[in-house]
């Protein structure tokens, strides 16, 4: 039996290595050399395809095994052996073509939730896979055809992913996909994925009962994710040990992604078509670079050509994203959809939408500009949006998985975990810019919109 990460070692060769060069004298004795060479090292370092055959004569496939010379374990130990320690997948049973081998369907099961309860069924996707859940006991596997036959890797970030993001999303724990089975046909036998596997522990408490979560719904997050790319993985990912200043950039980047591909209207203004921003745009860079020409510039450098070409080129930049929401109009429609759900989601903020524009902009284009409050301020309105801006999204996410309001504000009311960042998030904020107030009416979340 193959453990989850197999190493496979020989004595001798598979591939002739780069930089470690073996030549063997007329006498037969081997010298190896090292040329410490990094093109050959990342020559040598690239995925491989191999195959093989068990004593018993089973075939074993390895998919993208990177290795070479092992390093000697003692100065006798002096034989030339390779040692492929890292292997994207191992397939025992049949030869396969790599990461080009694609198969008719796969079985999976996802670790991190408790409570899967024991109703199976099936849905389809609008991409034209078949989903199945099979029941054994509290376990539940999940059997998906493809429309067409796919690869591990397709199959992993069409599938999987979408799944376990789905069961992480309404559970509130890490998930991993685990067990991965496939088959290359309908009468080909059934062989185990071997490689590195995800498998947290699960958590006591969860969000939303893992149960809840129907066939229809697994099906329409398969779909989902493509329409995403994968960021509404990102928008509920943690990200342990990175500075503060990271985390919300990176959670500020990824709401503005996600409110790209979820949300229809992506303009400021619909009833401007394309051809009438371009001729605005021509319009406006025509008129400006006449102005320009007209300066008086006594007693300064005039304008070279280039000069004037970058000029242009610049009002065509600023133009391109005129008709675009703003990054702050985009915020306000998470928190409007948010606060719609969970009606206190950000009651702490006397304007959400203005804290999250103010913080990336002061960390993604003003450099060391001074900020409006203090040094502590700042970083404790970082640490209050790197708890809010998870479960503002995590929200909208959740309604578009198709969980109704009021399952939602049941799941909610008794989170330690929501509750928890209720009031930590309250805490940070007194006495700064972003603090609601006894005073403070509830901010609207269509509120005039400040530059980007």
């Given at each position: 039996m193959l453990t989850d990460s197999p190493i496979l070692e020989i004595l001798g060769r598979i591939f002739d290595e780069r930089s470690n060069r073996v030549t063997i004298s007329e006498h037969g004795g081997t010298t190896i050399s090292y040329t410490g060479d990094p093109e050959d090292s990342v020559a040598d370092f690239e995925p491989r395809d191999i195959h093989g055959v068990l004593e018993d004569g089973t075939a074993v496939s390895i998919v993208g095994a990177q290795g070479g010379k092992k390093h000697a374990g003692s100065f006798y130990d002096w034989k030339y052996r390779q040692q492929f320690r890292s292997t994207r997948h191992?397939?025992?049973?049949?030869?396969?073509?790599?990461?080009?081998?694609?198969?008719?369907?796969?079985?999976?099961q996802i670790a991190g939730a408790n409570w899967w309860g024991?109703?199976?069924?099936?849905?389809?996707?609008?991409?034209?896979?078949?989903?199945?859940?099979?029941?054994?006991?509290?376990?539940?596997?999940?059997?998906?055809?493809?429309?067409?036959?796919?690869?591990?890797?397709?199959?992993?970030?069409?599938?999987?992913?979408?799944?376990?993001?789905?069961?992480?999303?309404?559970?509130?724990?890490?998930?991993?996909?685990?067990?991965?089975?496939?088959?290359?046909?309908?009468k080909s036998p059934w062989m185990a994925v071997h490689r590195r596997e995800s498998a947290p522990t699960a958590r006591s408490h969860e969000l939303l009962p893992a149960r809840l979560i129907s066939p229809q719904q697994y099906a329409a997050w398969i779909d989902f994710q493509r329409i995403t790319d994968g960021l509404d993985t990102a928008a509920i990912d943690r990200l342990p040990g990175v500075a503060i200043q990271t985390e919300v950039l990176a959670l500020a980047a990824i709401a503005e992604g996600l409110h790209q591909r979820i949300y229809d209207a992506d303009s400021r203004i619909p009833a401007l078509s394309r051809s009438d921003m371009q001729q605005a745009r021509r319009a406006a860079r025509k008129a400006a670079l006449e102005k320009v020409r007209q300066i008086d510039r006594t007693g300064r450098e005039p304008l070279s050509p280039a000069d004037l070409t970058e000029f242009g080129q610049a009002m065509n930049d600023s133009f391109s994203f005129i008709n675009k929401p703003t990054y702050r109009s985009r915020m306000a429609?998470?928190?409007?959809?948010?606060?719609?759900?969970?009606?206190?989601?950000?009651?702490?903020?006397?304007?959400?939408?203005?804290?999250?524009?103010?913080?990336?902009?002061?960390?993604?284009?003003?450099?060391?500009?001074?900020?409006?409050?203090?040094?502590?301020?700042?970083?404790?309105?970082?640490?209050?949006?790197?708890?809010?801006?998870?479960?503002?999204?995590?929200?909208?996410?959740?309604?578009?998985?198709?969980?109704?309001?009021?399952?939602?504000?049941?799941?909610?009311?008794?989170?330690?975990?929501?509750?928890?960042?209720?009031?930590?998030?309250?805490?940070?904020?007194?006495?700064?810019?972003?603090?609601?107030?006894?005073?403070?009416?509830?901010?609207?979340?269509?509120?005039?919109?400040?530059?980007?």
């Open positions: 191992v397939l025992v049973g049949e030869h396969v073509e790599g990461d080009r081998q694609t198969y008719q369907d796969c079985r999976f024991t109703t199976g069924g099936q849905a389809q996707a609008q991409c034209g896979g078949t989903l199945i859940l099979e029941t054994d006991g509290d376990q539940l596997t999940f059997h998906y055809t493809p429309a067409e036959p796919q690869t591990i890797r397709e199959l992993d970030w069409q599938v999987l992913s979408p799944v376990a993001s789905l069961v992480s999303l309404a559970t509130h724990n890490p998930t991993g996909a685990i067990q991965l089975r496939v088959r290359r046909t309908e429609d998470f928190v409007a959809e948010a606060q719609s759900i969970i009606p206190g989601i950000v009651g702490a903020f006397n304007d959400w939408p203005a804290a999250v524009k103010d913080i990336r902009n002061i960390l993604a284009h003003q450099g060391t500009e001074p900020h409006s409050e203090t040094l502590d301020q700042f970083h404790d309105v970082l640490i209050a949006l790197s708890y809010s801006i998870p479960w503002v999204l995590r929200t909208v996410l959740l309604a578009r998985a198709g969980f109704d309001p009021a399952t939602l504000r049941e799941a909610y009311e008794l989170s330690s975990q929501y509750n928890l960042h209720l009031a930590n998030t309250r805490n940070l904020l007194i006495g700064g810019p972003y603090a609601q107030t006894a005073t403070d009416a509830p901010a609207s979340a269509d509120s005039s919109a400040a530059h980007r």
